[in-house]
Antibody, heavy 122, light 107 residues
Framework: QVQLQESGPGLVKPSETLSLTCTVSGGSISRYYWTWIRQPAGKGLEWIGRIYPSGSTNYNPSLKSRVTMSVATSKSQFSLRLSSVTAADTAMYYC????????????????WGQGILVSVSS | DIQMTQSPSSLSASVGDRVTITCRASQSISSYLNWYQQKPGKAPKLLIYAASNLQSGVPSRFSGSASGTDFTLTISSLQSEDFATYYCQQSYGNPRTFGQGTKVEIK
């Protein structure tokens, strides 16, 4: 059973770069889309983007200019970098697998990591 | 972006009640619609995928349906462990988008 675990600093200064890593265990990272989603406290879910093991990416246009995702298949890890952060980037950040099954419509997120809280403050 | 609008934003219900949550897409998304449950301090959990398919391990009191751009999550008999926030999410296009959530509270 695939499990995901986010890691990284819990505190980032304004204007700096947020860097998070998601480590995958119990399965291969060489398939599926690997996704980042965030959730400010008390608010809804925002899709940040996804990366395929080949390196192909899709980013949310609202964040695209500041987001970089990468994947390290040998380490079973994928990463998120968000530059020029402000207080508005304070949120719980989740990594997740975007999965699809042949014969069904669309993809879905399952499983998710437990999340990591990142605060932006000086 | 495809906008997903959930209603209601919150509801109060009692154990045993039948609960219905609606999600409307701003354009046709076929059946590319998923439902998640989120409890406080926890990551969201997949309940329903592709509009009406029950995820393995999810109780059968949960069901999903679709009619055009309107999607419904139904809990046939609410249990104490079902008090949570529910989100719909479309996977028809990028960016993936979520509804704003429906909080189900104890009456």
């Amino acid at each position: 059973q695939v499990q995901l675990q986010e890691s990284g600093p819990g505190l980032v200064k304004p204007s700096e770069t947020l860097s998070l890593t998601c480590t995958v265990s119990g399965g291969s990272i060489s398939r599926y889309y690997w996704t980042w989603i965030r959730q400010p406290a008390g608010k809804g879910l925002e899709w940040i983007g996804r990366i395929y093991p080949s390196g192909s990416t899709n980013y949310n246009p609202s964040l695209k200019s500041r987001v970089t995702m990468s994947v390290a298949t040998s380490k079973s890890q994928f990463s998120l970098r968000l530059s020029s952060v402000t207080a508005a980037d304070t949120a719980m950040y989740y990594c997740a697998i975007e999965i699809a099954v042949a014969g069904t419509n669309g993809n879905w997120f399952d499983p998710w990591g437990q999340g990591i809280l990142v605060s932006v403050s000086s | 972006d495809i906008q997903m609008t959930q209603s209601p934003s919150s509801l109060s219900a009692s154990v045993g009640d039948r609960v219905t949550i609606t999600c409307r897409a701003s354009q046709s998304i076929s059946s590319y619609l998923n439902w998640y449950q989120q409890k406080p301090g926890k990551a969201p959990k997949l309940l329903i995928y592709a509009a009406s398919n029950l995820q393995s391990g999810v109780p059968s009191r949960f069901s999903g349906s679709a009619s055009g751009t309107d999607f419904t999550l139904t809990i046939s008999s609410l249990q104490s462990e079902d008090f949570a926030t529910y989100y719909c999410q479309q996977s028809y296009g990028n960016p993936r988008t979520f509804g704003q959530g429906t909080k189900v509270e104890i009456k």
